[in-house]
């Protein structure tokens, strides 16, 4: 499953995206004729994996009010 979403920016998508590989979070950006961002959810991922991305999303958001 993928799971897509925007922030209110294109700009502020940029930044979530390299924050995130900073963060050692690959494959988020979105697809390359929609944008946004989007995160594959398989069912081999692990529930830590999803969890740390969920944390560092919510970190990102109080570091970036819209």
């Known amino acids: 499953m ?3 979403w925007r ?3 294109e700009d502020l998508e940029a930044k979530f995206i390299k924050e995130a ?3 050692n979070f690959s494959g988020l950006k979105g ?6 961002c989007r ?3 398989y069912n ?10 969920a944390k560092f999303m919510i ?3 109080n570091n970036n009010p819209a």
């Open 44 to 53: 081999a991922l692990p529930l830590e994996a999803t969890k740390e991305l």
């Open 21 to 23: 590989a900073a963060n």
């Open 39 to 41: 995160a594959s959810t």
């Open 2 to 4: 993928n799971i897509t």
């Open 59 to 61: 970190q990102f958001m």
């Open 7 to 9: 922030l209110p920016s």
């Open 31 to 36: 697809h390359r004729s929609v944008g946004g």
